[in-house]
């Protein structure tokens, strides 16, 4: 069993990234990311935090937009087309999720598809789906250049996500399909879940339960992906996997935390990048 360094993996494409903005700094270009934040949920505050430290480690520009956990729809919605006009701000992240009274769905389709570094508009979708996209989504782009790290070859190899999430499960479907591999999407309703994960070569689970994934689920060797972050009653940090059982038997195993986690904001990053290069 090998486990998967989230955090080598992305501290080597950062060093790429770093080297590509002051590649653009040089030319006059400063990528600019503008991390929308609404109310004080504790964990979006260390996710803000977190996107706004790698900016400056990448030697980006960030802009942090505060707003009241009041804030009502209309001003969040003057506020992402304003960011959408800023001709210095590549990039537009609302973090999620938002208080109750905000409809989601309605903020993300106004931030302009060339600034969606999140890859949630319904255009970067629909360019994921036939695999003609500019940006992807954070968590399941990180979790493929894992998998290029391994340097296994997803050709014909049968994967299989546990989750079917518009955020994580259903994108990254469609990259696993897009490599060429077999794809199957297991959710709350499917039968005979234990077979069909038993089959897998390699099994990304994104279903939100701690420990889900256990051992007599899993088939020897298989590269096995957890991007679960749940918190035990102790306070412990735990996947969806159960390590201590399946890293016995599996190929490849993503620890948590340090294996998904830190590739995800890397991701963002490459997106605000590409988003520069793009706009310029």
Known sequence: MKIIDGKAVS????????????????????????????????????????KKKACLELGMYSEEYALPEETTQEELLRLVQKLNAKEDIHGILVQLPLPKHLDEKTVINNIDPKKDVDAFHPVNVGKIMIGDYDYLPCTPAGIMELLKDTGIDLIGKECVVIGRSNIVGKPMAMLLLHQNATVTICHSKTRNLKE??????????????????TADMVKEGAVVID??????????????????????????????????????ITTLMKNTLTAAQKQR
């Open 11 to 50: 501290a080597k494409v950062r060093q790429e990234i770093k080297k590509e903005v002051g590649n653009l700094k040089d030319k006059g270009l400063t990528p600019g990311l503008a991390v929308v934040i609404v109310g004080q949920d504790p964990a979006s505050r260390v996710y803000v935090n977190n």
């Open 196 to 213: 069909i994960v038993k089959r897998a070569d390699v099994v990304v689970a994104a279903v939100g339960r701690a420990n889900f994934v």
């Open 227 to 264: 991007v679960g972050m749940n918190r035990l009653e102790n306070g412990k940090l735990c996947g969806d996997v159960n390590f201590d059982e399946v890293s016995k038997i599996a190929g490849f195993i993503t620890p948590v935390p340090g294996g998904v986690g830190p590739m995800t």
